[in-house]
């Protein structure tokens, strides 16, 4: 298993203002990808963070909004811009160490809150 | 487009058995995953099926049939901390898509 920390764990925000969400593993993995989960639902991928490039984003996901760096192998931000009370949602990175994405772990989510 | 139906919530007491449902419909395949989440934690994964049949884990055993893009998760002898989501996954080439998930109740 690979242990995965984010930071912070929560926060409050205004509605129009940048948050930045960390994630930070304790050895290096092959693949990076943050999630978003609202309240009761799904996991629905963001996009996946990619080492030294830009990420690849899902569909109705754009970079603009949720721009995502991925300095080194153990390491990536996330940034909600221009949030609004939509955005308000648990972020989760995961991680994946072996080649393949069945097998991902989860760090801990970020849930966040637009007033 | 792509789609993992699950049923949304299941009930069943200790010691029981239960099964939950998974049927697909995805680009691509290469793989059933079985991820757990207790509320306010994160997923955590159970299981996975490359090929046809069942994989068993202690008391939970996944199985899928590729032909019926369907597969379940059976859990067994069932334990109040058995409560939590559950979501199956599956996998193409370079991401996971997860079902809608069901909510397990074990009750007393």
């Known amino acids: 298993s690979a242990v995965i920390s984010q930071k912070p764990s929560r926060d409050i925000c205004q509605r129009g203002t940048s948050l930045t969400i960390q994630c930070q593993v304790d050895s290096q993995v092959t693949m990076m990808f943050w999630y978003r989960q609202q309240p009761g639902q799904s996991l629905t991928l963001i996009a996946t963070a990619n080492q030294g490039s830009e990420a690849t984003y899902e569909s109705g996901f754009v970079i603009d909004k949720f721009p995502i760096s991925r300095p080194n192998l153990t390491f990536s931000t996330l940034t909600v811009s221009n949030m609004s009370p939509e955005d308000s949602s648990i972020y989760l990175c995961?991680?994946?160490?072996?080649?393949?994405?069945?097998?991902?772990?989860f760090g801990p989510g970020t849930r966040l809150t637009v007033l | 487009g792509q789609s993992l139906e699950q049923p949304s919530e299941v009930t069943a007491v200790e010691g029981a058995i239960v099964q939950i449902n998974c049927t697909y419909q995805?680009?691509?395949?290469?793989?059933l995953s079985w991820y757990q989440q207790h509320d306010g934690g994160a997923p955590t994964f159970l299981s996975y099926?490359?090929?046809?049949g069942l994989e068993e884990t202690g008391r939970f055993s996944s199985f899928l049939s590729r032909s019926d893009s369907y597969g379940y998760l059976l859990l067994q002898e069932l334990q109040m901390k058995d409560s939590a989501s559950y979501f199956c996954?599956?996998?193409?080439?370079?991401?996971?898509?997860f079902g809608t998930g069901t909510r397990l109740q074990v009750f007393p």
């Open positions: 995805t680009s691509g395949f290469y793989g």
């Open positions: 995961s991680v994946v160490r072996l080649q393949g994405p069945d097998t991902q772990y």
């Open positions: 099926n490359a090929l046809d």
């Open positions: 996954a599956v996998g193409s080439t370079d991401k996971l898509i």
